[in-house]
């Protein structure tokens, strides 16, 4: 369920640039609350980066 969530915001987001591209940067999309999670999800997964690259230089070199 998780990964077809993640392809169908996916295409949403890939919908919401599209859109901007075509209107411009400033082109207001009503979706509030779909930008919002959007926004979460593109925070989350940044987070989840961070915390990779930091396990990775925390191990110690053998």
């Given at each position: ?25 400033d ?13 979460e999800r593109?925070a989350s ?18």
């Amino acid at each position: 369920m998780t990964e077809r969530i993640d392809e169908e915001l996916a295409m949403l987001a890939d919908v919401r640039r599209f859109l901007r591209s075509k209107e411009g940067a400033d082109f207001t999309i009503p979706t509030t609350a779909l930008d919002q999670v959007l926004d979460e999800r593109g925070a989350s997964a940044s987070r989840q980066l961070d915390e990779q690259m930091l396990t990775l230089v925390e191990q110690p070199v053998r």
